[in-house]
């Protein structure tokens, strides 16, 4: 239980990071600024859609989306084993969340708000904190559940061993 709720408290703090950097980047970023030349580039949009702009007709879909995921993902924190895989699921959360507060307060409305991206990689796709935070929660659960799968395959050969 202390993890959980370690990690509920990081789910938190990463929507407030994403919220306050969406803030920041809406109130300083009228041109866009380089930080390693033409690689990774600070410069803000609004997007209706998804990664990569897919699907920008439809943003209430994405938004229903995001708020079921916001309403399970909770039971799978409860339900996860360990720390790393709390705290993986945790900014998970905070990543749907983050961009779901988007498309239900920001312009222009409420359920089809656009969502703030203000990262642009190299000019592939821009993204945001909330983005970062999903791509390295899902990222960690799918190493976690790799090396747990590779540890019960080695407790499951030690025990035919010893039969």
């Known amino acids: 239980m202390h993890w959980l709720v370690w990690a509920g408290g990081a789910a938190v703090a990463g929507v407030a990071i994403d919220q306050l950097t ?28 998804a990664a990569f702009s897919l699907g920008a007709g439809s943003t209430w879909i994405f938004t229903v989306v995001a708020l079921a995921a916001c309403v399970v993902i909770p039971f799978f924190l409860v339900k996860a084993k360990g720390w790393a895989a709390q705290l993986a699921i945790a900014m998970i959360w905070a990543g749907a969340a983050g961009n779901l507060l988007d498309r239900l307060f920001r ?48 407790e499951a050969e030690h025990s035919a061993e010893l039969e």
């Open 107 to 154: 312009e222009p409305g409420v359920g089809v708000g656009h969502v703030v991206d203000f990262i642009n990689y190299a000019g592939l796709f821009i993204g945001n904190v909330a983005d970062i935070e999903l791509f390295l929660g899902v990222a960690a659960l799918i190493v976690i559940e790799a090396r747990q799968g590779v540890a019960g395959e080695r």
């Open 22 to 49: 969406k803030f920041w980047a809406v109130n300083a970023l009228q041109v866009p600024r380089p930080l390693l030349g033409n690689f990774l580039t600070l410069q803000l949009t609004y997007n209706s859609g």
